[in-house]
C-alpha cells in the first residue's frame, strides 16, 4: 500500500513563499514520477509540476519560474518551492506517483491560500 503525505501547506500573503513536502511510504525510485497537482473550489485539479525518475521537469505554465520541483530519493520526498505566490495560487495541493504505465497514487492534500 503506496502512502503520501503532504505538509507544509498554510496561510501566505500575496508575494510570499512556501515549501510543501510529500513523504512516501516506500522508495520513490519505484515510482515513473511523481507530481504536484492542485484544485480550486469549483475548477479542475490541474497539473502543476512533475518530475521524472531521472530527475527531469516540466511545469505548467501559470508557475513556471516561480515554482521548483525537486526529489531527495534518500529521504524519499519530493518537494516544492513556491514562490511570488499570488491569489490565484489558493488552491488544494496534491502530491501524486505514478507506477508505470498507468497507475497512480494520491496524497489527501495540503491548502495553500495566498491572501492579505
Known amino acids: 500500500q503506496v502512502q503520501l503525505v503532504e505538509s507544509g501547506g498554510g496561510l501566505v500573503q500575496p508575494g510570499g513563499s512556501l515549501r510543501l513536502s510529500c513523504a512516501a511510504s516506500g522508495s520513490i525510485f519505484n515510482f515513473y514520477s511523481m507530481s504536484w497537482y492542485r484544485q480550486a473550489p469549483g475548477k479542475q485539479r490541474d497539473l502543476v509540476a512533475i518530475?521524472?525518475?531521472?530527475?527531469?521537469?516540466d511545469y505548467a505554465d501559470f508557475v513556471k519560474g516561480r515554482f521548483t520541483i525537486s526529489r531527495d530519493n534518500a529521504e524519499n520526498t519530493v518537494n516544492l518551492q513556491m514562490t511570488s505566490l499570488k491569489p490565484e495560487d489558493t488552491a488544494v495541493y496534491y502530491c501524486s506517483a505514478r507506477r508505470f504505465p498507468a497507475t497512480y497514487y494520491w496524497g489527501q492534500g495540503t491548502q495553500v491560500t495566498v491572501s492579505s
Open positions: 518530475i521524472s525518475r531521472s530527475g527531469s521537469t
